[in-house]
């Protein structure tokens, strides 16, 4: 038995009796601190499948932020769920059991994980991770890469060969730096080194290798090549957000403010108050630090997001819902959310101003495709993660939003 | 006019969602009042006129689809948008409807929704066409479920507001999140298995893999994608027996709200099954490999006759309309799996009759209950003395759904019956005259009730519906008598469309 497999074991087992207990218990409020110990177990699991990317957002958004909005949920129910008659309904059962089954029927004939040999590895995504965004050979555009043109080696079995390949990339780009110090202005033409092309007044990186701008293959993924899926992405969070003001808001009247609702504040505690203001700050940095830094490590839009919203729930939580809205008013939350996909879909206009197809980040700056697509990608990362970080706030204070009416709003405020 | 760089023609495709997503979005931007509506309806009118745009740069360019790589990455790694004539014709059904109902939704919002909200109502409504729309343009497996997402939360959430006019729209709404979420996560298990042994998420790539597979028959992976396609697929467009979620979300729905579903979300769920079944595993796997016939056949059988029989006892008009909506979905359920031209044609061409005749009749119980306030049979009594104009409006639409001829449900049926009798299946011949039998019955309820009762309480001092609302309502039923009369273009279509479908190209 590999240590993975030993690993995948264990957490198989805890994540079964997670499972298990959220069934079982009837305390709401355990239910949703089960929830988050179920998706910080999920985390683990990915982690394990080395998709960190995934693993990160599980953390953060299953793990941190649902849980709070879970909780959030509590002010409208009773902390305990009503007890049920159990019954056995039978065909409910046979039915699980039969789609169970077929789940585990058809993993008979799926490739075995991390199958160097599996179609996927091999069919699409070797050419894929060698596309490039500009000319090639003096063919402009995205495009395969010509006869005789060598991918960098991105899945190699061995970790012998691993060490060669970056090794030879390291010499690779000693060789490159070499030739730009000698001929830092290239004449115009074809010439490959390594198959790049290199315009006038060089780049630090080539113009053309679109991965070498983006170490993360996942970002790329997923703000490039699938940006259009994100960008709904980023729209299915905005609606949500929407759905929660148009189902849950209290009924306005024009020109009412929005300071209307009292609610007991823990700003009287002393060492939450303290540990808060110095927690807050690091929170905001590390928000824009995951949001800018996708492209490198795991991370992006939709968790920096996340996490930025955390800093100002957990004020929120401390000093009430009204210290918040002195500091961001639910209507700015609302346009902010708006401008997160209109930026995203923005860009994705001016690329086709520029003349190219929309999304096509490479037509923003022609001069260097390269440099474009990754100002897009940041560009569409931000949008993303202002809905996200907005909506986030919206849908917390929609859900603390309690009813008129006074009675409800009694029993409401006895179990928060 | 402004000197805009954009090439609007080049860019046709991507331009029919990204106008209403735009729009949606900076609906919320709008504040109150009339804005709001006002706004919505430039906005789908818009993409109206792009889809006709698309269609006639299809019809004109002799080409069998339009292609558009978003990212200009290649389609193999990107996503393609691609148009043929089938999804040219759904795309201006829904377009259509899409802007027909927002141009009839001003009262009845105006009644039926709190006045706070409405700019983001209509941002949500106009979300929700933008993902039905990008759900039927695109070529690609897996951009198909992210605007499932779209379309089905902002359904929810459409749904959901008929709470202020009866609270049980809420129980509806969670019925149908709940049930919406196992069929979505069913789809989506179907693509991820489908992505795994082929390696690729472009439908035209996926299928010519699936095709290169010498197991193809027997491989378990792909057997089990196909089961959780289906049953997902048919969650979402209510096939019997997973039509539960359906009546009560058309019952308790805003008015406006039921036209615009009844109309679209499950056309555009059958056209899902389109793409899959035919495009992406061909029409050899789908219907020959796999005992498909018999499985949608039956059920869509069975869904024509009993929820047929269950429509007859309703008393309130619109859960009357929806049931019958389930059985006009085993149509064309049945219409597809027959897999022969004549079948698949009568079933597209039914997704345009029965969403004409639907939308119209669930607008003109929207305008009833906007006058008179309830759709139950008690409110309709009498109505054909008091709202002549909307009682007529429903007495058409009513007779389309029998499959009166010289109505467009007739054109339909008509197809359906040759397509049964070219594969040899009297039996399903049948249970069409059965089901029309039976629709007789349920309209003649209306009728009876419009025509042939005396008006009491609020229906005796109702005045006919504002112009409106009568002018969309009539609009919709007057394409479904036109059509009745003169199917050249449906017909063409629908045709052309179901051999290309049955040529198994994606």
């Known amino acids: 038995m590999s240590e993975v497999l030993l690993v995948d074991s264990v957490l198989l087992f805890l994540v079964t009796v997670c499972a298990v207990a959220i069934i079982e218990v009837r305390s709401l409020y355990a239910v949703a601190m089960l929830s988050s110990v179920y998706s910080l177990l999920m985390a683990l699991v990915w982690t394990n499948m080395h998709s960190m990317d995934v693993a990160f957002t599980e953390a953060a958004v299953g793990g941190g932020i649902s849980t709070i909005l879970l909780i959030g949920t509590l002010v409208h129910t009773r902390r305990d769920e009503k007890p049920a008659k159990r019954r056995l309904h039978l065909p409910a059962l046979l039915v699980t059991i039969l789609t169970g089954a077929a789940l585990i029927y058809g993993t008979f004939d799926m490739p075995r994980f991390g199958d160097p040999n599996a179609t996927i590895h091999h069919y699409r995504v070797p050419e894929m991770m060698s596309q490039t965004v500009a000319a090639v050979s003096g063919r402009e555009g995205k495009q395969q890469p010509p006869e005789g043109y060598e991918a960098p080696p991105r899945m190699t079995p061995t970790a012998a060969e691993w060490a060669g390949a970056i090794h030879a990339i390291d010499e690779a780009e000693e060789a490159l730096e070499e030739a730009q110090h000698s001929a830092p202005k290239a004449s115009e033409g074809e010439h490959h080194e390594g198959a790049e092309e290199h315009h006038e007044g060089a780049h630090k990186h080539p113009t053309d290798d679109f991965n070498g701008h983006v170490p993360n293959s996942v970002t790329s993924l997923l703000a490039a090549y699938r940006g259009f899926d994100t960008m709904f992405e980023t729209t299915v969070i905005f609606t949500a957000g929407m759905a929660l003001i148009m189902l849950l808001r209290r009924r306005r009247e024009e020109g009412e403010d929005d300071f209307s609702q009292r609610g007991a504040t823990l700003s009287g505690q002393v060492i939450l108050r303290v540990m808060t203001k110095m927690f807050i700050p690091f929170i905001l940095v590390f928000g824009f630090y995951v949001i800018t830094h996708g492209e490198i490590g795991p991370g992006g839009g939709f968790q920096g997001g996340v996490i930025l919203a955390t800093a100002f729930i957990l004020y929120a939580l401390l000093y009430g819902r009204n210290a918040l809205y002195r500091i961001i008013r639910p209507r700015t939350l609302e346009v902010l959310a708006a401008c997160g996909v209109l930026l995203y879909a923005g860009v994705g206009v001016a690329c086709m101003l520029l003349g190219g197809n929309f999304l096509d980040y490479a037509a923003l700056n022609a001069a260097s495709p390269g440099d474009g697509e990754a100002m897009g990608m940041t560009l569409v990362e931000y949008g993303v993660g202002i809905t996200v970080c907005t909506v986030m706030i919206i849908i917390f204070n929609q859900l603390a939003e309690l009813p008129s009416n006074p009675s409800r709003r009694r029993a409401g405020a006895k179990a928060s | ?506």
Do not use: C
């Open chain 2, 1 to 506: 006019m402004l000197d805009i760089p954009l090439d609007v023609q080049a860019n046709l495709p991507v331009l029919i969602v990204l106008t209403p997503l735009l729009g949606g979005v900076i609906a919320t931007f709008t504040g109150r009042g009339v804005l709001p509506w006002l706004w919505s309806t430039l906005v789908t009118g818009v993409t109206f006129a792009l889809t006709i745009q698309m269609m006639m740069t299809l019809l004109a360019s002799g080409e069998p689809f339009i292609s558009y790589e978003l990212g200009n990455w290649p389609k193999w790694w990107g996503i393609e948008y691609r148009v043929d004539l089938l999804n040219a014709f759904i795309l201006l059904v829904v377009a259509g409807i899409g802007f027909i109902t927002t141009v009839y939704a001003r009262l009845s919002v105006q009644d039926e929704i709190p006045d706070d909200r409405h700019n983001v109502f209509y941002a949500v409504w106009i979300l929700a066409i933008t993902g039905l729309l990008g759900i039927t343009i695109t070529g690609d497996a897996f951009n198909v479920y992210v605007l499932l997402e779209i379309s089905s939360l902002t359904v929810y959430a459409l749904i959901a507001m008929g709470k202020d006019r009866d609270r049980r729209a809420l129980t509806a709404s969670l019925r149908y999140l709940i049930l919406g979420s196992v069929g979505a996560s069913f789809i989506l298990l179907g693509i991820g298995y489908l992505m795994m042994v082929t390696g690729t998420l472009n439908m035209e790539d996926m299928h010519n893999q699936l095709l290169r597979m010498p197991d193809l028959d027997t491989n378990r992976t792909i057997l089990v994608a196909f089961a959780l396609l289906v049953v997902g697929l048919s969650l979402k467009m209510a096939l019997y027996p997973l039509h539960m979620w359906l009546p009560k979300a058309y019952t308790y729905a805003p008015s406006a709200v039921s036209a615009l579903l009844a109309a679209t979300a499950t056309k555009v769920g059958v056209y899902m099954a389109f793409r899959f079944l035919f495009g992406i595993f061909g029409v050899g796997f789908s219907f020959y490999a796999m005992p498909s016939h018999f499985v949608l056949l039956g059920m869509a059988s069975l869904g024509i006759i009993f929820s047929s029989l269950t429509a007859i006892r309703q008393t309130n008009a619109k859960s009357l309309l929806a049931y019958s909506s389930v059985g006009q979905i085993g149509y064309i359920v049945a219409g597809f799996s027959l897999a022969n031209p004549n079948g698949v044609a009568g079933s597209i061409v039914h997704i345009f009759n029965h969403a004409v005749t639907k939308g119209g009749m669930f607008m003109a119980l929207g305008a009833i209950a906007y006058r008179v306030g309830g759709t139950d049979m008690k409110h309709l009594r009498g109505l054909g003395k008091r709202m002549p104009l909307t009682a007529g409006a429903l007495a058409l639409g009513g007779l389309g759904l029998i499959g009166f001829p010289l109505t467009a449900g007739f054109i339909s049926k008509w197809y359906l019956v040759s397509g049964a009798l070219d594969a040899g299946m009297w039996q399903l011949a049948v249970v069409v005259l059965i089901g029309s039998l039976f629709a007789l019955v349920y309209v003649w309820k209306i009728i009876e009730a419009l025509f042939f009762g005396e008006p009491t309480g609020r229906t005796a001092e109702a005045t006919e519906a504002p112009l409106s609302m009568l002018i969309p309502i009539w609009v919709l039923i007057g394409l479904s008598i036109y059509f009745g009369v003169d199917t050249s273009f449906t017909a063409d279509v629908a045709t052309r469309a179901a051999s290309s479908l049955l040529g198994g190209l994606p």
